[in-house]
């Protein structure tokens, strides 16, 4: 009876196991991709900070502005991304600072093969939007910071 109880606990044990080694692989099977991201603040106002998936992407950006490229964020393809951002408002009068928080997708392709460059666009009503850039698009001499219809609300 103690022998056949200790096979079963050991077969739980070995089952167990096995559940999670596929519940792992499962979590590794999905590609990233890395990507170095500039922010774009299509705002009149300044913006103190901006994350990407909870990593920090740059702020300090004056009005219509473009951050300097922070390397290198991992990236699920596919997946939307999301955005978290605080306007700068110190200048302006001591009402609470807006932050704003959103989930969207990325406007282009990713690619697992190659850099990635991301061009994150906000603003000062809550709107974002994420763009995948070539190489060229991103430093060449027009830059990615034009001004745009960023066009997608927070949540």
């Not at 739980?12 to 999905?30: K, W, Y």
């Not at 290198?72 to 302006?92: A, F, L, N």
Request: net charge positive; proline share 5%; with cysteine.
């Amino acid at each position: 009876m103690k022998e056949q109880n200790m096979r079963k606990k050991n077969l739980l044990g070995v089952l167990l196991g096995l559940s999670l080694l596929v519940a792992c692989d499962s979590s590794f099977s999905q590609k990233t991709a890395n990507a170095s991201v500039s922010v774009c603040n299509d705002s009149d106002q300044p913006i103190a900070e901006v994350y990407l998936n909870g990593t920090y992407a740059g702020g300090g950006n004056d009005a219509h502005a473009r951050s300097g490229s922070v390397c290198c964020s991992r990236i699920v393809e596919g997946q939307p991304v999301t955005v978290e951002w605080k306007m700068d408002t110190y200048t302006k009068n001591p009402k609470p600072t807006p932050s704003y928080k959103t989930s969207v997708p990325i406007i282009g392709q990713l690619r697992t093969d190659r850099d990635n460059y991301l061009a994150i666009h906000v603003d000062d009503r809550g709107a974002a939007k994420v763009v995948a850039e070539t190489e060229e698009r991103f430093f060449g001499p027009k830059g990615i910071c034009r001004k745009t219809d960023v066009g997608v609300k927070h949540d």
